[in-house]
């Protein structure tokens, strides 16, 4: 877990995502959204980085 941010995944072959769709990984590390803001969800587009924390 990265702090105030996404969550790094190493070695996954699939993310499943809340609502049980599976979303295969292309890469050795993926960021997946952790703050639920995210536009392209399940993975992380950065909207952490602006969105205000309460």
Wanted: hydrophobic share 35%; glycine share 12%.
């Amino acid at each position: 877990m990265c702090p105030g941010g996404p969550l790094l995944v190493r070695g996954a072959e699939t993310i499943l995502d809340a609502e049980g769709v599976s979303h295969p990984v292309t890469r050795p590390v993926v960021a997946v959204c952790a703050c639920d803001k995210s536009s392209r969800k399940p993975w992380c587009d950065g909207t952490h980085k602006v969105v205000r924390r309460g």
